[in-house]
T-cell receptor
Framework: NAGVTQTPKFQVLKTGQSMTLQCAQDMNHEYMSWYRQDPGMGLRLIHYSVGAGITDQGEVPNGYNVSRSTTEDFPLRLLSAAPSQTSVYFC???????????FGDGTRLSIL | GQNIDQPTEMTATEGAIVQINCTYQTSGFNGLFWYQQHAGEAPTFLSYNVLDGLEEKGRFSSFLSRSKGYSYLLLKELQMKDSASYLCAVADYKLSFGAGTTVTVRA
């Protein structure tokens, strides 16, 4: 019973590099979301999706892209990494935005 | 916009009771969540309040007053394993989180 799976768990990038954080869920949830968590700032919503083919911006979308081609997968792309994007990234899924969300274990990303 | 406030830190003794307050001013409101997050781990769901009143789940209870924009999480019979961050989050078809309250339980 995998739940929400995030890969990689740790990553170090250089400024300007691009990468994709992967998120997959096996619970057939329609709603998926990406958050970043920085010390003293709690979880901030980056992008979210209410179903395949539908995405929308959250509180801090700049510098990130998402797509939702299938119900299961919701990858997060950093197009040109900046040190300000050093953070812990969590992916979550649920039946809707108003139901308890299941979180992945997180990706710890450092940008030098 | 969303404005969600909760205390930064609280300390309590094992076996005691701690109350974590959360106040919110948000453009929309469908309900309020509480999550627990241990250091280095993902948040886990504790409670969800939609209507005014108290919801009790074992040692944890959560209260909501929609008219006052106020909620609290009550932790009773504190145990060392309750040392964690507690996150308040407002649901409006998506979640907005407060900064979290770090609770330290001392022997």
């Amino acid at each position: 019973n995998a739940g929400v799976t995030q890969t990689p768990k740790f990553q170090v990038l250089k400024t300007g590099q691009s990468m994709t954080l992967q998120c997959a869920q096996d619970m057939n949830h329609e709603y998926m979301s990406w958050y970043r968590q920085d010390p003293g700032m709690g979880l901030r919503l980056i992008h979210y999706s209410v179903g395949a083919g539908i995405t929308d911006q959250g509180e801090v979308p700049n510098g990130y892209n998402v797509s939702r081609s299938t119900t299961e997968d919701f990858p997060l792309r950093l197009l040109s990494a900046a040190p300000s994007q050093t953070s812990v990234y969590f992916c979550a899924s649920s039946n809707s935005g108003d139901e308890p969300q299941h979180f992945g274990d997180g990706t710890r990303l450092s940008i030098l | 916009g969303q404005n969600i406030d909760q205390p930064t830190e609280m300390t309590a003794t094992e076996g005691a009771i701690v109350q974590i307050n959360c106040t919110y001013q948000t453009s929309g409101f469908n309900g309020l969540f509480w999550y627990q997050q241990h250091a280095g781990e993902a948040p886990t769901f504790l409670s969800y309040n939609v209507l005014d009143g108290l919801e009790e789940k074992g040692r944890f209870s959560s209260f909501l007053s929609r008219s006052k924009g106020y909620s609290y999480l009550l932790l009773k019979e504190l145990q060392m394993k309750d040392s964690a961050s507690y996150l308040c989050a407002v649901a409006d078809y998506k979640l907005s989180f407060g900064a979290g309250t770090t609770v330290t339980v001392r022997a």
